[in-house]
């Protein structure tokens, strides 16, 4: 017999087998998104992109040094030598004319760049000049930048002591100027170029002289007595920047056919000086007939794109501001390049200088400095650009035909695509996409563009943040004011994606009114749901916690747009709209006022029963903004406030624990806001609980049947287990033997039976003990559950009588049920709403009512250290003990949860009994306000203020819900890719379940001669209730009251056991495995109706609870069947006390699962059979059974769309349930006189109804006739019974310690007494037995903790 192990070793064995094509087929439950993830917004990304302060340079100091016609003396020129500056030779007119056209030129040149700036010259300046204009400038500047621009052609070159030259008056000397003076002049922030040999000796003497004013000013600010400090020190220099012709050791290039002011022109024409020097290249003379002048003749402005000038300068700027985006740092790059235009300008000209420059062995100097740039690949694409233009030159100018604009930005795109659809995940970002930013400007290219674009930012947040810091921003905002239609799903997925990761960008929305883009989008009933979607997303943003937004959606009509796309079939659309419009009106009263005109609420009750859990969750948030508020309410909005309440508590039993958990932060709000009413109500029902003693499930039980105290070797220690943040409480074999020394006695004085259950928190309120705001609860979670079944039995009306009051009642009664919820964190939720209401109840309360009423010795829990505060009566008798002492942990006393001085928690009134300054609030205050001053002294209250509920009560869905627009949208899913390991592992678990059925088939078909031969026994920790083997693998299951223990049957070693979560009163009583044939996932129901789903056991990981509900309300106790004759009477009973033994009688819950439907049918104690969809996770059906009996026993076959359920009375019945409800019993047989153990319906498309009951006969019927084909007789008093699927064999276990084994015709195949090799042990009365789905072996459990496996002989395996 092949197993696990094997098949993992054995390719043969894989390689003849064939995956089940019905194993791909088949639907998973519970593995959607919403049960893998945390249900939280991802972490947000630090945003660098946003200048934090733009600048502009507003004032330009023109200082030209040139006195044409007299060289400097430390300077010999070649000759012939460069002459021209700012493109006019000086020599060719009066010196005094040369100098004012130059100077006038060089201002055009700076103002193709900046238009706006201030400009001032200064020709062959003095020192005093120079002072005068570069202080006016600077107090004119203010703040902002000022540049200084210095030619300094015709001085001397820059000193080493950091001084450059200027003139005395008469122009018969050369006077020096300190930096450390212009420093001083200028201020900061500044920018400095300077255009002459050894520049870079001035940007060392700059820096210089700027650390020397950083230590005097470091100096004035620690020791104020100095005499700096007395002195008015110039601002810091930090924030200046410089750029020079060339190295301190360098002169200027000085050929003839370059300009003198080289560096000027690259900085000022870069064109004009690349398209000459590109001329001057070897390489053009492959470019015919372009020659000098043909250059000159160039048609077309610099600043129209659509001209060959135009387009050259259009490339020029995208290329280099490629080069800087791929070469700079990231926070240089947008110091540099995005902070200010006239200092981008520059320094992408900059990048040229650095290339033409070095061609003549000099080298361009900035500071910061950048990286070197001139042999970077990008130079090559200018040039082919600039090849294409020139060529096309003769033949324009000549022939004048049309200009063919350059491939350049579609060649770019292709190649950013080809970087998208190529790549792989972890790269280096594409070097293209600035210059997608560009061709954004370019109405040809723009529709590729965006497209590219939104493909690229769909690549994840990392890829936002990146097209955000290259400058998109703006360029896409300016984008929303065009009314192309094509252009929209572009803008509305790019703008999500933007909005996903960056939320800030609402406010520039909302400024340039880019919001009414979207409104349009979504009225626009042509736009496909998806794009709809994502504008509704798009709003929601703009819309969330921004009044401003708010206020101008409702001015769009938002309302009314989204009101009318709730019942679009698109899933994701309702969702949005929902979330959109419970974020319009929170806590924004004329948008709530809009909604109550156009019946918002109630359209959106519509939606509370949605099958798609996401789309009910949002609907019950836009309900719970609705009613939270917290304007003035009339009488109006009250009204509209409880309908909406009772609308929602109908979602108490929602399947969906997302929902639910939505569900108590809604009524949190309705809490908050009629807290007054609440508080009455809360005081009741304290009351009610104190004076009401509950028929606890947990006391009914006999004596005899409690579970015996284990002794110590056999107590296990449990594994912690993950529901999600919940860790549950784990406790080691040391600490329960300290417990069971002291073990408490519980509410009726009987001793707590004593089981891993009670070793480990009763409920979810446990996960509570290590949070930080926990201070121990008022209400524990015994007291709470006690309330919820008072508030069952008894009447609540005597006190609160006006039927207004009622909504509050039921409300609170809907709370006390979801502070029972099987999901802890739904559980978790719902006792802080009620233990903050109680609270304040308690210390709105006046004194002596608390003092007379002892009404907190039952709800005053001990705090953690187990030294119980408990409230003395007023004739100061000693403390009662509380009936829930330590009630959180249920019988184990916990070590304190923290390291803290051990203050009196604000949650525990003192000894005095009296609740912290309670006499000194007057009854009618409003119950968030702050206490008197001194009880902040106390440690902050929890409650102290109003918004204390809600401020604590998220759950993160809407931000969770926007993760998605985040995440890639357009690649295709892991589990879809074929070579992907996810595909692969499914792939292997396929190929092991073909192997399985096979090789099992093949045993099963042979016959089953004997079936004893014990290939497993181990002692289980707790009595084994119910068995499941695993359909696939080597694992089983074995729950015993309340804990789950797996076992590998094949090592015979476990694996792991892990406490179940159900309160103390209850029993695991049936489990199911979900999506056995891939990811396992086990169901586990238990008697009082509650279904919990759990995942990562049996492997190294912690087990996680994937989801929890109620499958089944108001379980009722059981009438057993009535059978005739005392005798079987008297078995039945006595059989009835090992088929459970918590509580007497009862099935408990019984479960069947249909893998192919994703149906799980649920019965037990209940008049109903109920199907849940666990794809909607919500009930879709109630089957009356007709009986007033329990069910016992469901077996459903989806082919025929049958259900049989075997009941408590003996009958069998069978349910069609494509019928309606009055007509789906197709046939009930009642020939069991007493209770049935097992109803099977065979699968095959004529299966046969095979029924057992107590009495041991078996009876098999065709569904179609009312009468048994068969009737065998087994052995009475059976205890538990299956049927093998696959094999034709049935087991039955007795409760007189022995099983039996029978094929279909009758015939006694084996029977099994006494344990292998254990000293030929007898085995305890049988308490469950389960057969293999496939392979021919039979489990065990006995009520001697013992669990075997039995299979047949070893030769037939």
């Known amino acids: 017999m092949k197993m696990d192990a094997d098949l993992l070793h054995s390719t043969v064995g894989l390689s003849e087998e064939e995956p089940d094509m019905n194993d791909w087929e088949l639907p998973l439950a519970f593995m959607k998104k919403r049960h893998s993830e945390k249900i939280e917004g991802s972490k947000a990304l630090a945003q660098s992109w946003r200048m934090k302060d733009r600048m502009k340079t507003v004032s330009v100091a023109l200082v030209l040094c040139l006195n044409v016609g007299v060289d400097p003396p430390d300077v010999v020129k070649t000759s012939p030598c460069a002459r021209l500056e700012c493109w006019i030779d000086p020599l060719s007119m009066s010196p005094q004319k040369a100098l004012e056209t130059i100077g006038a030129n060089l201002q055009k040149q700076y103002e193709n760049w900046q238009p706006r700036a201030r400009y001032k010259q200064s020709l062959d300046p003095t020192v005093d000049e120079v002072k005068k204009l570069c202080t006016s400038l600077r107090r004119n500047a203010k703040e902002e930048r000022v540049l200084f621009h210095y030619n300094g052609h015709g001085v001397p070159r820059p000193t080493v002591n950091g001084e450059i030259w200027v003139f005395n008056k008469n122009y018969t000397q050369y006077i020096p100027l300190s930096i450390y003076d212009l420093q001083t002049w200028m201020g900061s922030p500044s920018i400095f170029v300077y255009d002459c040999s050894n520049a870079g000796i001035i940007v060392k003497s700059f820096k210089q002289f700027a650390l020397q004013r950083e230590q005097e000013l470091e100096v004035a600010a620690i020791n104020p007595s100095h005499p700096l400090a007395q002195m008015s020190l110039p601002p810091s220099m930090k924030n200046c920047i410089q750029l020079a012709a060339c190295e301190a050791s360098e002169l200027l290039p000085m050929n003839p056919d370059l300009p003198a002011d080289l560096f000027t022109s690259c900085l000022t024409t870069p064109i004009k000086i690349a398209l000459r020097w590109f001329c001057m290249q070897k390489s053009s003379k492959l470019v015919p007939g372009v020659t000098l002048d043909l250059i000159e003749k160039i048609p077309g402005r610099l600043n129209d794109r659509r001209t060959p000038l135009g387009e050259l300068n259009w490339i ?53 400095r950048l990286p070197p740039t001139y042999m970077h690949a990008m130079w090559q694409a200018w040039d082919l650009a600039v090849d294409i233009c020139l060529s096309q030159l003769p033949t324009i100018i000549e022939e004048g035909t049309a200009f063919r604009h350059s491939p350049f930005f579609a060649e770019q795109l292709t190649a950013f695509q080809v970087w998208l659809t190529m790549g792989v995940e972890n790269r280096n970002p594409p070097e293209q996409l600035p210059i997608v930013l560009q061709v954004l400007l370019s109405q040809v290219h723009r529709l590729r563009a965006l497209d590219l674009l939104g493909r690229f930012l769909d690549l994840g947040p990392w890829a936002v943040s990146l097209a955000l810091s290259v400058g998109i921003f703006p360029y896409v905002l300016k984008l929303l004011q065009s009314s192309a239609r094509e252009l929209r799903p572009l803008l509305v997925f790019i703008w999500a994606k933007i909005l996903a990761v960056d939320s800030s960008c609402q406010a520039d929305l909302v400024k340039d009114n880019g919001h009414k883009y979207f409104l349009s989008v979504l009225a626009d009933s042509y736009m496909p749901a998806e794009h709809r979607t994502m504008a509704v997303f798009i709003l929601a943003v703009i819309v969330n916690s921004y009044s401003t937004g708010q206020e101008a959606c409702l001015q769009g009509n938002l309302i009314a747009n989204c009101l009318e796309q709730l019942s679009d079939p698109h899933p994701l659309l309702r969702q949005w709209v929902a979330i959109c419009l419970g974020r319009i009106w929170q806590n924004f009263d004329p948008a709530r006022w809009c909604g109550v005109r156009d019946s918002a609420h109630e359209k959106l009750y519509i939606l509370l029963s949605d099958p798609i859990p996401e789309v009910r969750c949002a609907a019950v948030f836009a309900l719970g903004t609705f009613v939270g508020n917290s304007a003035e309410r009339t009488d109006h909005s009250t009204t509209i406030d409880h309908n909406v309440a009772m609308m929602l508590a109908q979602l108490i039993n929602d399947g969906s624990p997302v929902v639910r958990k939505e569900l108590v932060v809604a009524l949190s709000h309705l809490v908050v806001q009629y807290e007054s009413n609440f508080c009455t109500v809360a005081i009741q029902f304290i009351e009610e609980e104190k004076n009401y003693t509950v028929p606890s499930p947990a006391n009914t039980a006999e004596p005899g049947n409690l579970t015996p105290v284990r002794d110590s070797p056999a107590i296990p220690r449990l594994r912690s287990v993950n529901s999600y943040t919940n860790i549950r409480a784990v406790t080691t074999a040391r600490n329960l033997n300290k417990s069971l020394q002291n073990l408490n006695l519980n509410e009726e004085g009987a001793p707590a039976a004593f089981s891993p259950g009670n070793l480990s928190t009763s409920s979810s309120a446990s996960s509570t003990l290590g949070s930080p705001d926990n201070d121990e609860y008022i209400l524990s979670f015994e007291t709470l559950d006690k309330m919820r079944r008072v508030s069952s039995y008894s009447s609540l009306n005597s006190l609160i009588g006006v039927s207004f009051n009622s909504v509050y009642t039921q409300i609170w009664r809907v709370l006390l049920h979801l502070a029972a919820d099987p999901f802890p964190e739904v559980s978790d939720l719902a006792m802080k709403v009620l233990n903050c209401i109680a609270y304040k109840a308690m210390m709105n309360a006046r004194p002596q009512r608390i003092l007379d009423s002892g009404s907190l010795t039952q709800s005053a829990p ?169 359909p696939f693998n080597t694992c089983i299951a074995v729950a015993d009251k309340d804990s789950i223990c797996f076992w590998d049957w094949e090592k015979g070693e476990r694996l792991d056991y892990f406490y179940n979560g159900n309160p103390r009163y209850t029993r695991i009583t049936a489990m199911e495995y979900l999506n056995g044939h891939d990811c396992s996932l086990l169901l586990t129901a238990t008697d009082d109706g509650a279904l919990r789903v759990w995942k990562n056991f049996a492997d190294q990981k912690n087990p996680e609870m994937v989801t929890a509900w109620q499958g089944l309300s108001d379980m009722l106790p059981t009438t057993r069947g009535q059978p005739s004759s005392t005798s079987t009477h008297s078995l039945a009973r006595r059989v009835s006390i090992y088929l459970d033994r918590s509580k007497q009688g009862g099935a408990g819950m019984v479960v069947d699962w249909e893998q192919e439907t994703g149906l799980l049918m649920t019965s037990g104690d209940v008049r109903i059979i109920r199907i849940w969809d666990t794809d909607r996770e919500m009930k879709v059906q109630d089957i009356p059974t007709g009986a007033d009996s329990c069910v016992t026993s469901l077996s459903c076959d989806s082919h025929r769309s049958l259900i049989v359920a075997g009941l408590g009375d003996g009958s069998v019945r069978v349910f069609d349930r494509r019928m309606g409800p009055n007509e789906c019993r197709i046939m009930t047989y009642r020939e069991h006189s007493a209770w049935v153990v097992k109803a099977h319906l065979q699968k095959d498309t004529d299966g046969h109804i095979i029924s057992v009951s107590v009495n041991g006969d078996v009876r098999f019927f065709e569904p179609r006739t009312p009468d048994s084909i068969n009737v065998l007789q087994t052995v009475k008093g059976l205890t538990a019974l299956d049927i093998h699927p696959q094999a034709n064999l049935f087991a039955c276990g007795s409760m007189n310690q022995f099983i039996a084994l029978y094929n279909s015709n009758g015939d006694v195949i084996s029977n099994i007494k006494y344990y292998d090799g254990f000293m030929g042990q007898r085995i305890g009365a049988i308490s469950c037995l389960a057969f293999h789905p496939h392979w021919p072996h039979l489990a065990v459990g006995s009520n001697d903790y013992y669990m075997s496996i039995y299979s047949t002989e070893k030769r037939l395996r």
């Open 316 to 368: 020029f700027t995208a290329i280099t501001d490629t080069i800087a985006w791929n070469v700079l740092p990231r926070d240089l790059f947008q110091k540099l390049f995005r902070q200010d235009l006239l200092v981008a300008s520059l320094f992408r000209n900059f990048l040229l200088a650095e290339r033409i420059m070095r061609s003549y062995n000099c080298t361009p100097v900035s500071s910061p």
């Open 862 to 1030: 001990a705090s953690p250290t187990s030294k119980g505060t408990h409230i003395h009566h007023t004739g100061g008798s000693p403390p009662i003990p509380s009936t829930s002492s330590s009630s959180l942990t249920n019988e184990v006393p916990k070590p304190p949860t923290r390291d803290q001085p051990a203050t009196r928690s604000p949650y525990t009134p003192t000894l005095g009994g009296q609740a912290p300054h309670s006499h000194q609030f007057p009854r009618t205050r409003k119950m968030f306000d702050k206490g008197p001053e001194q009880a902040a002294e106390d440690g902050d209250e929890p409650c102290g203020h109003r918004n204390y509920i809600s401020a604590a009560l998220q759950t993160g869905l809407c931000d969770w819900s926007a993760k998605y627009f985040a995440q890639p949208v357009t690649k295709i899913p892991e589990e879809h890719d074929l070579q992907s390991q996810v595909r692969m592992e499914r792939q292997w678990r396929f190929l092991r379940n073909a192997c399985v059925r096979k090789q099992s088939r093949s045993i099963t078909q042979r016959g089953v001669s004997r079936l004893d031969d014990q290939i497993f026994i181990n002692r289980n920790p707790g009595v084994p209730s119910v068995v499941k083997f695993h």
